[in-house]
């Protein structure tokens, strides 16, 4: 079974940075690109970006560019997301997706919740 | 970059009613393969987003048949043939043709 387990919630002061992890587990992150998605209540899901963890080619939603590094660990099975420069509008769950073909998220994380407050 | 629009925002039902969301794409989603890659997902309070239609007609793993997607090029409907208690939550429709791109989200809740 395809499992996605993600890092747990974090505090973080305006300015900073953070990293959140996502295990797998049932698969290797080799076989598949991995997608990062944002969600705040009021703005709804907002992609932020991929990786394919075979060869670390990543593609970032414009947006997101100069906001988030996507990484992974083979050795581990796990991804990374960093997330720089964090303002308020950080803020959110932060959820970790398994494509699994044709663009297809069919496995997800259960999502790591970033507060950015000072 | 694609911007998909969601109607209606909030959808009030009774639990065996039929509903219906639309969800209108400002440029075609139909690639030059002749694949159009849009999906639809449903977000329950408190969870993760579950995968329910792919390719804009393909039933996800598990996922009950009375959910239905169709239509092609700019306009795209999913369909609940009666609803269910455990359909609450928000619809979003995501396009991956050009790059990735959510709805805004339709919220369905009970009457």
């Known amino acids: 079974e395809v499992q996605l387990q993600q890092s747990g919630p974090e505090l973080r002061r305006p300015g900073s940075s953070v990293k959140l992890s996502c295990k797998a587990s049932g698969y290797s992150i080799t076989d598949y690109l991995m997608h990062w998605v944002k969600h705040r209540p009021e703005h709804g899901l907002e992609w932020i970006g991929w990786i394919d963890p075979e060869d670390g080619e990543t593609k970032y939603a414009q947006k997101f560019q100069s906001k988030a590094t996507l990484t992974a660990d083979t050795s581990s099975n796990t991804a990374y997301m960093q997330l720089s420069s964090l303002t308020s509008e950080d803020t959110a769950t932060y959820f970790c997706?398994?494509?699994?073909?044709?663009?297809?998220?069919?496995?997800w994380g259960q999502g790591a919740s970033v507060t950015v407050s000072s | 970059d694609v911007v998909l629009t969601q109607t209606p925002s909030t959808l009030s039902a009774t639990i065996g009613q039929s509903v219906s969301i639309s969800c209108r794409s400002s440029?075609?989603?139909?690639?030059?393969?002749?694949?159009?890659?849009l999906y639809w997902y449903l977000q329950r309070p408190g969870q993760s987003p579950q995968l329910l239609i792919y390719l804009v007609s393909n039933l996800g793993s598990g996922v009950p048949n009375r959910f239905s997607g169709s239509g092609s090029g700019t306009d795209f409907t999913l369909k609940i043939s009666g609803v269910e208690a455990e359909d609450l939550g928000v619809y979003y429709c995501?396009?991956?043709?050009?790059?990735?791109?959510f709805g805004a989200g339709t919220k369905l809740e009970l009457k």
């Open positions: 440029q075609s989603l139909l690639d030059s393969a002749g694949n159009t890659y």
């Open positions: 995501m396009q991956a043709t050009h790059a990735y791109t």
């Open positions: 997706a398994m494509d699994g073909g044709l663009g297809v998220m069919d496995a």
